[in-house]
């Protein structure tokens, strides 16, 4: 069974880091890209940011290019969230997910999901 499970969040102040975990079981990463998404209240879900297994490239959304890093560890099946000066507007629900096509943004590209885990920046 395909699962994930997020860590890491937390209440930060602005300007702050967090890192966020992403724990992956039921499948190996090859073929697959790992995205993160982050839901705020109100809003529509949105990918942060996301890996390719196959090579190792990345995307970002242009409101976290430079504060936020995307890591994995294929052997512990373990992406990671390095999240740098945080913004208030960074609040949200963040998810990570699965998908067979490096870049795809939307959520029906993604099969599998974590529950989440919250992370709230203060100003």
């Known amino acids: 069974e395909v699962q994930f499970v997020e860590s890491g969040g937390g209440l930060v102040q602005a300007g702050g880091s967090l890192r966020l975990s992403c724990a992956a079981s039921?499948?190996?990463?090859?073929?697959?890209?790992i995205g993160w998404f982050r839901q705020a209240p109100g809003k529509e879900r949105e990918l942060v940011t996301c890996i390719s297994s196959t090579d190792g490239r990345t995307w970002y959304r242009g409101s976290v290019k430079g504060r936020f890093t995307i890591s994995s560890d294929s052997a512990k099946n373990m992406v990671y969230l390095n999240m740098n000066s945080l913004k208030p507007e960074d609040t949200a629900h963040y998810y990570c997910?699965?998908?067979?096509?490096?870049?795809?943004?939307?959520?029906?590209?993604?099969?599998?999901w974590g529950q989440g885990t919250q992370v709230t920046v203060s100003s």
């Open positions: 997910a699965r998908s067979r096509w490096f870049g795809a943004t939307t959520e029906l590209d993604y099969d599998y």
């Open positions: 039921g499948f190996t990463f090859d073929g697959y890209a």
